[in-house]
C-alpha cells in the first residue's frame, strides 16, 4: 500500500508524459519522436489506460487515432493472416480492450493532445508543431533531423524487413517484424482489402468513433 501511495505521489510531482493509442495508429511513430524530442521527460507507451490514468489529469497524454478500418486492415497483416469473418471479429474484440473506447473518454480533456494518423504520419511539421503547440516548448531543431532520419516510414520498412515475423522487435525502438503494411501507410485502402460485409461491421461496431473523429466509409 505504501509502495502505491509513494507510486501516487512520485506521479503528481513528476508526471511521465503518456502516449497512448489503439494498435496500428502511428503510435510508435509517435512515442519515438517524444523520447528523441522531450529526452529530459519519461515517456509511458500503452494501448490502454487505467482508470487513474483517465481520470487524473497532472500528466500530458499524447494519442494518435486512425480511421478504424484502416487500423483494423493493418493489424490483420502483422499477424499474417487472412481477412475472414471470423479474424474480423477477432479484431474487433482486440481493439475493444486495446483502447478505442478509452481514446473517446478522453477525447475532450485538457491534458490530452489526439493526433490523426493521417495528418502526421507523412507530415513531421505539422507533427512536430502540434507537439510543440501543446507542450509550449520549442523542440531543438537537431532533435527535428533525428526523428526525420531515423523514423520515417522507409527507413522503419527497412528496419522492419530484417526483424521477419512481428514478435520479433527492437527493445529500443519498439519496431517490429511487419511493422509497415505493404500498403505503406496508406489511408482508405481497406476498401482493397476488405469485404463490403465485413466494412460495414467494423463499422457498426465503432460507429461512435467514426463520428467522434470524422471518419466515414466509402
Not at 509511458?44 to 494518435?64: D, G, M, T, W
Amino acid at each position: 500500500m505504501l509502495a502505491i501511495l509513494k507510486a501516487r505521489i512520485n506521479y503528481f510531482v513528476y508526471p511521465p508524459i503518456i502516449q497512448f493509442s489503439p494498435p496500428r495508429t502511428g503510435s510508435t511513430l509517435l512515442w519515438n519522436t517524444l523520447r528523441v524530442c522531450f529526452p529530459e521527460r519519461e515517456v509511458k507507451k500503452v494501448h490502454r489506460l487505467s482508470k487513474f490514468e483517465k481520470n487524473y489529469r497532472s500528466a500530458p497524454v499524447v494519442a494518435s487515432i486512425r480511421n478504424p478500418l484502416d487500423s483494423i486492415s493493418s493489424s490483420i497483416q502483422r499477424y499474417g493472416k487472412d481477412p475472414t469473418d471470423e479474424v474480423i471479429k477477432e479484431q474487433i474484440q482486440e481493439y475493444e480492450k486495446e483502447g478505442m473506447w478509452d481514446i473517446l473518454e478522453i477525447k475532450n480533456k485538457s491534458n490530452v493532445k489526439i493526433l490523426k494518423y493521417a495528418d502526421f504520419a507523412f507530415n513531421f511539421s505539422l507533427m512536430f508543431s502540434e507537439l510543440e503547440d501543446f507542450f509550449g516548448k520549442k523542440i531543438d531543431a537537431e532533435l527535428k533531423k533525428h526523428v526525420v532520419k531515423t523514423y520515417s516510414i522507409n527507413k522503419v520498412k527497412e528496419k522492419s524487413y530484417d526483424y521477419g515475423e512481428f514478435s520479433n522487435y527492437d527493445k529500443e525502438d519498439h519496431i517490429h517484424g511487419k511493422h509497415i503494411s505493404k500498403y505503406s501507410g496508406a489511408s482508405g485502402y481497406y476498401s482493397d482489402f476488405l469485404e463490403r460485409d465485413q466494412i460495414e461491421m467494423v463499422y457498426r461496431h465503432f460507429k461512435d468513433v467514426f463520428d467522434a473523429f470524422g471518419y466515414e466509409i466509402d
